[in-house]
Nanobody
Framework: QVQLVESGGGLVQAGGSLRLSCAAS????????MGWYRQAPGKQRELVAF???????DYADWVNGRFTISRDYAKNTAYLQMNSLKPEDTAVYYC?????????WGQGTQVTVSS
């Protein structure tokens, strides 16, 4: 059973930065893709960014260069560096990982951006 533990969320003022971490454990197989999603109150969960096993990345259009996803393969950890945060970035951010044909989710970490 793969476990994902997120950390790094918190309260920040608009224009500030946060770095989220997602540590994966318990996988007997290689994690193929890790990503970040977010869900704001009353809205559907949406993709923020993902990074594949070969380092390829993709971002939601609205990121507009403000966020950077990275991965430490030795530590099975993914990161999301978020800069120039806006109040509309307020949401619970979830880590996601694909192992084989299965997908796994973390418990989420709250990010709140004040204006």
């Amino acid at each position: 059973q793969v476990q994902l533990v997120e950390s790094g969320g918190g309260l920040v003022q608009a224009g500030g930065s946060l770095r989220l971490s997602c540590a994966a454990s318990g996988s007997r197989f290689r994690i193929s893709r890790m990503g970040w999603y977010r869900q704001a109150p009353g809205k559907q969960r949406e993709l923020v960014a993902f990074i594949t096993s070969d380092g390829s990345t993709d971002y939601a259009d609205w990121v507009n260069g403000r966020f950077t996803i990275s991965r430490d393969y030795a530590k099975n950890t993914a990161y999301l560096q978020m800069n120039s945060l806006k109040p509309e970035d307020t949401a619970v951010y979830y880590c996601n990982a694909f192992v084989g044909v299965g997908g796994y989710w973390g418990q989420g970490t709250q990010v709140t951006v004040s204006s």
